[in-house]
């Protein structure tokens, strides 16, 4: 119920919040819940998973809904991570832990099959990430001003060098992913480019992030298998 799960027979030596920000995607949700629930059952972890729905037609806005996934999740438990999680990624490995590193935050989805299984450049923390709460506030969070696609993981990828941490990633032969793909026509493959920056991320973190949240709540719902949170 609600999409929490606690082993039965052992005490779970992790806590995970899975938040997924979402719109409207119902086709990659039920694959992705198909395959996430057993993948994490099977790493005997105690973990909810929460859909973070934005209402309305205009742009989305992925990382400000994300940071109010922490704040509406930290509600519920003293997660010891936050796992951040794009709704078309199923993994590939058992053995890529859906727990965090100690000391800093830490990129899990290092080789996806749409980027031939390696990173697309270098700074990239787009797909799965792992953060515990310490890291998620201490970089401020994400950026609330980003709507429309692209560019925030790299707004990501520098608030936390300028937080003082850095990037750990888990080795792609553990962080494979799967992209499904749902949609109408198959884009022709091309390279793929790193999204321009609209945003002067060293002048703008510590203004802009969990400290300036603000959103309506306009639903808290549980479900069979995930808790919605809906907001405006």
Same mark, same amino acid.
């Given at each position: 119920s609600g999409g929490h799960y606690r082993p039965p027979h052992c005490f779970a030596r992790y806590k995970s919040a899975i938040l997924v920000a979402y719109r409207n &995607?119902?086709? =990659?949700?039920?694959?992705?819940l198909?395959?996430?629930?057993?993948?994490? %059952? /099977? &790493? %005997?972890?105690?973990?909810?998973?929460?859909?973070? &729905? %934005?209402?309305?037609? !205009?742009?989305? $806005?992925r990382a400000?809904?994300? +940071?109010? @996934?922490v704040r509406e999740a930290m509600k519920d438990e003293e997660w010891d991570c936050l796992v951040l999680h794009d709704i078309d990624l199923v993994p590939e490995n058992d053995y890529n832990l859906y727990i965090c590193d100690e000391y800093y935050p830490k990129h899990m989805a290092s080789a996806m099959d749409k980027f031939q299984y390696t990173l697309p450049y270098k700074s990239f923390f787009g797909g799965v990430s792992a953060l515990t709460p310490e890291h998620y506030m201490r970089m401020n969070g994400f950026p $609330?001003?980003?709507? !429309?696609?692209?560019?925030? $993981?790299?707004?990501? #990828?520098?608030?936390?060098?300028? #937080? @003082?941490?850095?990037?750990? /990633?888990?080795?792609?032969?553990? @962080?494979? =992913? /799967?992209?499904?793909?749902?949609?109408?026509?198959?884009?022709? %493959?091309?390279p793929w480019r790193r999204p321009p920056s609209r945003h002067n991320t060293r002048k703008t973190w510590k203004a802009?992030?969990? +400290?300036t949240l603000q959103f309506r709540l306009l639903s808290r719902t549980k479900h069979p298998l995930y808790t919605k949170i809906t907001v405006d």
């Open positions: &995607q119902e086709k =990659y949700l039920r694959h992705l198909y395959y996430i629930h057993p993948f994490l %059952q /099977r &790493q %005997q972890l105690s973990y909810t998973i929460y859909l973070i &729905q %934005q209402v309305g037609t !205009g742009s989305f $806005n400000k809904l994300l +940071n109010v @996934g $609330n001003t980003y709507w !429309g696609d692209g560019g925030e $993981n790299d707004d990501i #990828a520098t608030r936390i060098h300028l #937080a @003082g941490m850095k990037i750990v /990633r888990t080795s792609p032969h553990l @962080g494979r =992913y /799967r992209v499904m793909d749902y949609s109408e026509e198959t884009e022709i %493959q091309e802009d992030g969990m +400290n």
